[in-house]
């Protein structure tokens, strides 16, 4: 072969290099297919690189050679032809090594030590679950533990992380020397124009990285299909999970595979690094985010908010850390993405807390609970606003404005009034919570109607509104936003059906107990009908064992109220009984069968006053009075 003159000067060196070149054919050679040359000693991979960049020399100066001759030497094209299968060969071949090389160092991240409390990682668990009781689960300390121990870790930590952002900590995927063969191979498989495939064959193995990192974090391949035809019961742990995983996905596995890139393909040339940065992740960030939209768009009912508000505000958290690591116009849409799931998620939350206020309004329940006890809808409300006041500053800034243009609420015989005269200066939040608890009230005031005893509604409310009055008592946030003053109007109004009660109960008891009606008068002689007198006793034994009966099975949940109650009768009816009885009770005892009418002692009825309000019937019949 007549080479150029350029090359003819080092015909030697490149006669060298095809050499080399060749001997790694592996479509040639047996043994060229069984070893990889960057796993033999370092002099081999270096003389093969050294080949390379001697065949690529080559190259250039027959193409310059063949364009200055052109139509002259038909040799200069046969010598170019050979160069480029030459060229072929190698590039094959530094593919192979490639791929090698990124596959022996490319392992799915110790993801055990990254959910560890004691690493340097962020890891919060979900902020609440609503429970039928009233016990509240509340992991803001360890998530501000966390916070401290990344923060310590990033100042006190030696190797520089590519951006100032704190909660971002890049990781070293590969060793050094791996990342200086890589770069190498790259350099010289994109100058020879195999860009294409240097990025395909990165991404293809980095994925499979990623994959297995997802897994170990337990992310699940779902569509937006999948996510929502889960159960929500199932979501929520899948919703814990992802909460997790996407810190570390985005701080950690995705900031990482950008170092690795910019690791690579920082001197190859201007976006390399970044084109090969989103082959690698924007399939993957595309499955992360999925789930968070499939929530954000899913049905929305009340048992959903407090689960979108942990997304909402993990989210919000993790934005200022996708906007640095997508920061490149090719990642604009990852960016976009992010964006909207928070808008939605937000979108999402108002509109729950809306229907919520709706169901709570329209709840249509007609039969009344047992014994005028806490009725389910209130331990509902009360413990799903408790936990509202707990996303306090979430929620502040999803709610902007007053839930009305007017001074109140106001509509129809099916819509609550509410005055907001009283309740300048409150928060929007505050007047939001005000107004589910105005709901809730309107609706017991309803449901009360559908006992047949007066007595027993008035009981009933007053139940309702001591629960609602000692759920705001025991949260400290929800107190500060209810506000004293409001707190003291339901106060009043427990109390005001806790008199209702005693009036509609022990007003015609306690009549029994008057004077009037019992003195005669006459020509002859005056004093006490002792007819009227026995059958006054008849009337309020009958009574108060009615009422005894009745009330028993009767429940008030909260024993400090119970027993105040309690107290309140027998101020009112021992006193009265005891009177009655002294002024009274001679005329009963000198006539036949006292026992018949005066049944009861001051004693018995102070023992009798204890049976009320347990929620249970009296064993046995009211003990008389020992003869």
């Not at 690529?56 to 160069?83: E, M």
């Not at 110790?110 to 992991?139: A, G, K, R, V, Y």
Request: glycine share 4%.
């Amino acid at each position: 072969m007549e080479l150029p003159e350029n090359l003819n000067k080092d015909s030697n060196g490149y006669e060298s290099a095809e050499k080399i070149i060749l001997r790694w054919d592996s479509t040639a050679s047996e043994d060229a297919r069984e070893r990889m040359i960057f796993e033999t000693d370092r002099q081999e991979a270096d003389l093969y690189l050294q080949a390379v960049d001697e065949i690529q020399r080559s190259l250039s100066n027959v193409s310059i050679s063949t364009s200055s001759n052109a139509g002259k030497n038909a040799n200069a094209v046969d010598d170019q032809s050979k160069v480029n299968t030459t060229i072929q060969i190698a590039m094959a071949r530094l593919e192979d090594e490639f791929r090698n090389i990124l596959i022996t160092h490319s392992s799915a991240l110790e993801t055990d030590s990254l959910f560890d409390p004691s690493s340097s990682s962020i890891s919060t668990p979900s902020h609440h679950e609503l429970e039928e009781d009233d016990t509240l689960s509340n992991d803001d300390s360890s998530h501000h533990d966390l916070l401290q121990l990344q923060l310590q870790h990033c100042e006190s930590s030696d190797s520089s992380t590519y951006r100032s952002t704190s909660s971002i900590r890049e990781v070293d995927l590969m060793p050094s020397e791996a990342i200086c063969d890589l770069q190498a191979i790259a350099m010289r498989m994109i100058s020879s124009g195999y860009l294409r495939e240097c990025i395909q064959v990165y991404g293809s193995v980095r994925k499979s990285a990623i994959d297995s990192s997802f897994r170990k974090l337990g992310i699940e391949k779902l569509s937006i299909g999948d996510v929502q035809r889960l159960e929500w019961e199932a979501l929520e742990s899948k919703i814990r999970r992802w909460i997790r995983a996407a810190k570390v996905c985005v701080r950690i596995l995705f900031a990482s595979e950008k170092k690795l890139c910019e690791q690579i393909f920082e001197r190859v040339g201007t976006d390399i690094d970044d084109a090969c940065f989103m082959e690698t992740v924007k399939g993957p960030a595309i499955q992360l985010f999925n789930f968070a939209e499939a929530i954000s768009i899913s049905r929305r009912s009340p048992e959903k908010l407090f689960k979108i508000l942990d997304l909402h505000d993990a989210l919000m958290d993790l934005l200022p850390d996708i906007e640095a690591v997508f920061d490149s116009k090719s990642s604009d849409s990852i960016r976009v993405q992010a964006a909207e799931i928070l808008s939605r998620l937000a979108e999402a939350a108002r509109g729950i807390l809306s229907e919520f206020e709706s169901a709570v309004l329209r709840e249509p329940s007609r039969v009344p609970v047992p014994g005028g006890t806490i009725h389910p809808l209130t331990r509902y409300v009360m413990n799903y606003i408790s936990l509202i006041s707990d996303y306090k500053q979430t929620l502040i800034e999803l709610i902007m404005s007053k839930p009305s243009t007017g001074s109140r609420y106001s509509g129809d015989q099916t819509t609550p009034d509410m005055e907001f005269a009283e309740l300048e200066g409150k928060t929007p939040l505050a007047l939001h919570l005000i107004w589910i608890i105005v709901v809730l009230q309107f609706n017991l005031d309803g449901k009360s109607k559908h006992y047949r005893d007066a007595s027993l509604a008035h009981l009933f409310i007053m139940n309702n509104v001591h629960y609602i009055v000692q759920k705001v008592k025991g949260s400290p946030e929800l107190r500060e936003m209810i506000g004293d003053d409001y707190l003291r109007k339901l106060t009043g109004k427990f109390r005001q059906a806790a008199t209702s009660y005693q009036r509609a109960t022990w007003v015609s008891v306690l009549y029994c107990l008057r004077d009037e009606g019992l003195h005669v008068s006459g020509s002859f002689s005056s004093g006490v009908s002792k007819s009227a007198l026995r059958e006054r006793f008849k009337t309020f034994n009958a009574m108060f064992e009615e009422v005894h009966r009745t009330q028993a099975t009767w429940l008030i949940p909260d024993t400090q109220l119970r027993e105040e109650l309690r107290i309140s009768i027998s101020e009112k009816l021992i006193p009265a009984y005891r009177s009655f009885l002294g002024r009274f009770r001679s005329h009963i005892e000198s006539g036949r069968h006292p026992e018949n009418y005066i049944k009861y002692s001051v004693e018995d009825l102070e023992t009798a006053v204890l049976d009320f309000f347990e929620g249970y019937p009296v064993s046995q019949h009211l003990r008389k009075r020992s003869q």
